[in-house]
């Protein structure tokens, strides 16, 4: 029996929402902390400890501004990037693909969106039909096709290469079904 | 690997932030611990070594009324900048510098000089005055070691930091490590505007100088 599993499962996008939250908070509570601090710094900076305090106030904006670009980047883009690429593939045609699934060495990221990893799909014939071109435009039918998948969603799949039948949209893939070998 | 490429693909950014954020907390800090010059009053000392913040610190607990805050500065503070050197309020410099800068400073005030030779160490040059005029006060003595602000200026300097090995050439290097020994004399700068009648600023700072230990 075929099971079809979503990748991107009910709630994903309230979820996903939430965390661009958490992570904004968080973020922007670093922000103040590190700028707090640096205040501090100077309002207790006098002759005599300034050279120190200015010292110590680089350091902490220098460390604490780091961290605050670390958090923005990984997590709050992170999951903004993935809340947007979610909004594209809703409300959009499905198309399957089924075939022998592996995957491609290398990530690509995608400026301004999530990062992805690619899927061949090469299609399988009943030995009955081996041979015949399906298409009738000539082009080969029994070449691979690429799909993309979200590099966060890549341990959502079985071990690869597995025979597999893939949901897609706007060739990204948005769930599967396992083949069983038996088929 | 990815992750030492990931790192190094986004390390521009952190050198960039790095870079601004200290420039721009270097910039607050010299807005914070700086103010106008009417508000301060700022000291130069030609001397091998000083501890310019703490001199600063103990000479603003007896800051006068409209005075905000003093600068304590060694002349390697001014690079190649003379402009807060002309403007500075008072010099320590040594003596045999004194004929040489004296476009820099300004005669003293009589009575103050005259009130400063009868209450410190009497000694035949505690006045340094040029044609009968007083320009400086003896802040250091040489000869006996004594002076003032010891805590926190060097006034004694070795010529040479060289080792001596006994030869010939070594003993002109053993000579040059002898220290330099010179008197050093506080002077008013010539375009300081707290050596007037009305703001004497620069003369209560030069009395807490003389004061220090």
Redesign the interface.
Known sequence: MKQKVELYPEGEKSRLKRKTKVWTIITAAAAALVLVCCITLCALADTVNAARMERICCLVSGAGGCAVIFLYTHFVLGSRRMARHLDTLQDEEIQAVSGRVTMAPGRIAISGSITVRTLHVAPEKSPERAGVNDDPTGKDSSAAKRVSISAEKVRLLPPLPARLTLYTVHGYAVSYEVHDETD | M?RIRRFFS?AP??LL??VL??M???W??TI??DTSAEKKVTLFADVPALAD??L??AL?ESMPEGIR???AHSFSYLMFDDLSLNAADIYIVKSQDIVKYAQYFQPADQDWAKAKADTLQPSEDIIYAIDGVPYGVKVYDADTGEGAAKGFVMYVETASGAVSSGSAADDNAADSMEPVLTDYYLCFGINSIHCGLRDTAAYDIADAYLALP
């Open positions: 990815r986004s950014k952190y932030w790095i954020s200290t721009f907390w270097m607050i800090f914070v611990t913040p703490q600063a610190g603003e805050m003093v600068k």
